[in-house]
């Protein structure tokens, strides 16, 4: 994925989610992990993404930190999955299967089967 491909991508869930769109950056690192950062005001948001190839998977993780915008140990807790939820089902058209689940923490990916996706079906049917 490029970067102007994940800005694409950011853009278009801000606007979805009617929140500001944060500015992607690449940073080449061949073990990095991506991450949701502010400048140290904590007016520009901004989405770094790490590592040699970025996957959408990543994007949509990366922005669900940002519209949740915990962090440390509240970055990934039921509102932030919540959020991703909400993401995957725009992004993929409700079609849950396509997200890719093995980039997922294990916390994440029980969460979900268990808890998230039968709630989230029952809200939408």
């Known amino acids: 994925m490029t970067l102007k491909e994940a800005q694409s991508i950011i853009d278009d869930l801000a606007r979805e989610f009617n929140v500001s769109s944060p500015t992607v950056r690449f940073k080449r ?29 990543a994007v949509l993780h990366e922005f669900a930190h940002h ?11 039921i509102i932030f999955y919540w959020h991703l939820t909400e993401i995957i089902d725009y992004y993929f058209n409700g079609d849950f299967a396509k997200y890719p689940w093995e980039m997922e923490y294990k916390y994440g990916q029980k969460f979900f089967q268990q808890v998230l996706i039968p709630l989230w079906l029952e809200e939408v049917l």
């Open 29 to 57: 690192r061949r073990n990095g992990r991506a991450a949701r950062r502010s400048d140290y005001d904590g007016s520009i948001p901004r989405i770094n993404l790490a590592g040699w190839e970025v996957s959408v998977g």
């Open 67 to 77: 519209m949740h915008g915990a962090v440390g140990w509240e970055a990934h807790n």
